[in-house]
């Protein structure tokens, strides 16, 4: 299967005619209807519904395409990446995978001024949970990821950048929210709202464990930012980070540190390990490498 062709499949899948296709590649329709049956055939599968005026996608056809899509940026990424690297350039888009309370707790604070030194570099910034970045850094998808631990590390390369504190948010209507501390028992009865991620979840239902009182877990959360509509609503209590005080209105919202004792995240930087980076993912990770955060 030649990227030539999943260009050409591609295309018309988009414009599902193959007149149209042919017009945009331009090329003649005859040899573009003989690429597509070619490939049809190379595959196995009818990747086509074909009729007179239109033609529709069948579920593999939908299938391929998505994944077509994928592969051709896959390649024009790594072609830009090896002129770049060929002519010594640092330019282009840069691959960062990062987690919601990650990225506010980090990128305000690196990004402006790596800007300023590298001006000719974008940035494509993808947000998601740590399993899903790791899992992206493994597959080639993203270069480089800010993630929380605890994590699987045996395949990836870490440099441990920060801590910070866990905290309680609450509505300022809730009747702790006059307080700027809270104490694990005084969160016992109250509904929590905790992150979804199972090594999270077992660090913090340790907490009470170790003061031998149980905790009362209304909802688990992915993305901080789905759940703190449900916060200001007064239907519970969430644990997270400090960093989320980034990024919520501190208006509807107190934030209350949890004590006695204290309870700590780290953050990390990882890649992929032994993988070869980009040229201007090599010299961000190492401008990383040089920051005090």
């Known amino acids: 299967m030649e990227l030539r062709t999943l260009r050409y499949f591609l295309t018309v899948a988009q ?20 690429q597509l049956a070619q490939l049809e055939e190379e595959l196995g599968v009818s ?55 990650c990225s506010a707790s980090i990128l305000p604070d690196i990004i402006p001024a790596f800007q300023k030194q590298y001006p000719l570099i974008s940035y494509d910034i993808w947000c998601g949970n740590s399993n899903d970045i790791c899992q992206r850094l493994e597959q080639g998808i993203a270069e480089i990821g800010f993630i929380r631990e605890p994590f699987n590390s045996s395949n990836f390369e870490a440099v441990s950048l920060k801590k910070e504190t866990w905290i309680a948010v609450v509505s300022k209507d809730h009747p702790l929210a006059a307080q700027t501390e809270i104490q ?6 109250e509904p929590l709202f905790i992150p979804s991620r199972q090594p999270l979840q077992s660090e913090i239902h340790n907490w009470f464990l170790e003061i031998a009182k149980p905790c009362h877990v209304l909802c688990l959360y992915n993305q901080i930012a789905s759940i703190i509509p449900l916060v200001i609503s007064n239907m519970g209590i969430a644990i997270s980070p400090i960093s989320v005080k980034r990024y919520t209105d501190n208006s509807k919202l107190a934030y209350l540190n949890i004590v006695s004792p204290e309870h700590i995240s780290y953050l990390s930087m990882i890649r992929k390990r032994q ?16 920051q005090n955060l």
């Open 47 to 101: 990747l086509f519904i074909r009729g007179k005026r239109k033609i529709q996608l069948t579920e593999e056809g939908k299938y391929l395409a998505q994944q077509a899509e994928h592969i051709l940026n896959m390649a024009n990424h790594t072609t830009q990446q090896l002129t770049q690297m060929r002519e010594q350039i640092v330019k282009g888009f840069l691959s960062i995978d990062v987690t919601e309370t």
């Open 15 to 34: 414009e599902l005619n193959i007149t149209h296709a042919a017009r945009k590649l331009n090329i003649s329709q005859p040899p573009l209807s003989r």
């Open 275 to 290: 993988h070869v980076l980009p040229a201007n993912a090599e010299v961000f990770w190492n401008f990383i490498l040089g």
């Open 184 to 189: 694990l028992d005084e969160l016992c009865e």
